[in-house]
């Protein structure tokens, strides 16, 4: 079984400050996706990366897939209390990716 | 939004009797998923299906069967629900192309209580 392990688990941060949430695994992963989910809906997929080494930005988001595929870490700067969520990464494997396995997820609050 | 609809949203029910859970998609996608969610154990796959009449296992599928007689509508199904299955039930569909990653569209979710 795959696993994911997210740290930290639990993140409050003052409005302004910078902060980095890392997946890590043993397994390799053929893409990385990270979702964010807010209080009583589901997960909204944020970003998508599936060639190690490969950063992507969105805004004030930058998501890094590890060299190997078997990390990945999510920076967000500046936060905004609109960032408040939980953050979940999850792995694609096999040919079509169309199995996911999640991490536990980080629960993050930006306080005005 | 992606056009997936979970029925019924809420429910609380008694140890024993038997609950389904519906998903209903307008997308056509051919994958479809059942995920709980619950603290500290994150999203786990309950079962998926990859078309008509096709599913398969997910990490936990012990106490739970589905089924998939047409494209749109992905059933779960706790035969006796016990109060190890409360949770926060999420159907989710894909179109599986692959390749650079596949997006999963996730519904608004299921609260069960099992009392």
């Known amino acids: 079984t795959q696993l994911l392990e997210q740290s930290p688990q639990f993140l409050s941060i003052q409005e302004g400050e910078n902060l980095t949430v890392y997946c890590n695994s043993s397994s390799v992963f053929s893409s990385l996706q990270w979702y964010r989910q807010e209080p009583g809906e589901g997960p909204v997929l944020l970003v998508t990366?599936?060639?190690?080494?490969e950063v992507k930005k969105l805004k004030r988001l930058t998501f890094q897939f590890g060299d190997a595929r078997k990390d990945s870490s999510l920076h967000i700067t500046a936060a905004q209390p609109g960032d408040t969520g939980l953050y979940l990464c999850?792995?694609?494997?096999?040919?079509?990716?169309?199995?996911?396995?999640f991490g536990k997820g980080t629960l993050l609050t930006v306080n005005p | 939004d992606a056009g997936i609809t979970q029925s019924p949203r809420h429910k609380v029910t008694e140890t024993g009797t038997p609950v389904t859970l519906r998903c209903h998609q307008t997308e056509n996608h051919r994958y479809m998923y059942w995920y709980r969610q619950d603290p500290g154990h994150g999203l786990r796959l309950i079962h998926y299906s990859y078309g008509v009449k096709d599913t398969d296992k997910g990490e936990v599928s012990d106490g739970y069967s589905v089924s998939r007689s047409k494209t749109e509508d992905f059933l779960l199904t706790l035969e006796s629900a016990t109060s190890s299955q409360t949770s926060v039930y999420f159907c989710?569909?894909?179109?599986?192309?692959?390749?650079?990653?596949?997006?999963?569209?996730f519904g608004e979710g299921s609260w069960l209580t099992v009392v």
């Open positions: 999850a792995g694609g494997s096999g040919g079509s990716n169309y199995k996911l396995t």
């Open positions: 990366v599936v060639t190690g080494g």
């Open positions: 989710a569909i894909s179109d599986g192309r692959g390749g650079s990653g596949n997006t999963i569209y």
